[in-house]
T-cell receptor, first 113, second 115 residues
Framework: RKEVEQDPGPFNVPEGATVAFNCTYSNSASQSFFWYRQDCRKEPKLLMSVYSSGNEDGRFTAQLNRASQYISLLIRDSKLSDSATYLCAAVPPWSNSGYALNFGKGTSLLVTP | ETGVTQSPTHLIKTRGQQVTLRCSSQSGHNTVSWYQQALGQGPQFIFQYYREEENGRGNFPPRFSGLQFPNYSSELNVNALELDDSALYLC??????????????FGPGTRLTVT
């Protein structure tokens, strides 16, 4: 079982809609979580960090549910420019992998006019 | 922009050859991590360097090796290239130490094609 799992989508939503992605992680001792946005053939860009129960930045809200071991990302009032792949990452406790980011495969979002 | 740079941007090699990829970390960051991203997959952790030493390693064979220099820049070397090594290689810069956030910032990547 992969350590971080995401629904690959694609999620096709109209402009202005609200969309939510979930990401589950297997290591209950994971300490930090991140959402990255990746445009086609570009590098991942850090969107949000989640250390406690959640985080909010404008139209974006991330929530952490430690009991159920998932992180969610909510995007309100979707814009055409939000179309991208959204990657979830978890940092497990320090091990022989240092402070590696364990990524999911990503969820594809397409916002249409 | 993250301030993390990588070179070259694209590279084509043949099976069996060796390749060196380079990364300059963001100013003030002391840690560099390398990831391999195959098409349609999330980035996979290769290894991490902190203060010029390997600080952790993912599930990659020994023909993947690296270095970190005193200025915190880093190299990734891959020997005996295989077709499956074709991927986007990403370098990520971060600041490790007590109380830090473990946020990692990626460079633009090097796209390696092995034929």
């Amino acid at each position: 079982r992969k350590e971080v799992e995401q629904d690959p989508g694609p999620f096709n939503v109209p402009e202005g809609a609200t969309v939510a992605f979930n990401c589950t992680y297997s290591n209950s001792a994971s300490q930090s979580f991140f959402w990255y946005r990746q445009d086609c053939r570009k590098e991942p860009k850090l969107l949000m960090s989640v250390y406690s129960s959640g985080n909010e930045d404008g139209r974006f809200t991330a929530q952490l549910n430690r009991a159920s071991q998932y992180i969610s990302l909510l995007i309100r009032d979707s814009k055409l420019s939000d179309s991208a792949t959204y990657l979830c990452a978890a940092v497990p406790p320090w091990s022989n992998s240092g402070y590696a980011l364990n990524f999911g495969k990503g969820t594809s979002l397409l916002v249409t006019p | 922009e993250t301030g993390v740079t990588q070179s070259p941007t694209h590279l084509i090699k043949t099976r069996g050859q060796q390749v060196t990829l380079r990364c300059s970390s963001q100013s003030g960051h002391n840690t560099v991590s390398w990831y391999q991203q195959a098409l349609g997959q999330g980035p996979q952790f290769i290894f991490q360097y902190y203060r010029e030493e390997e600080n952790g390693r993912g599930n990659f064979p020994p023909r993947f090796s690296g270095l970190q220099f005193p200025n915190y820049s880093s190299e990734l070397n891959v020997n005996a290239l295989e077709l499956d090594d074709s991927a986007l290689y990403l370098c990520a810069s971060s600041q490790a130490g007590q109380g830090v956030s473990y946020e990692q910032y990626f460079g633009p990547g090097t796209r390696l094609t092995v034929t």
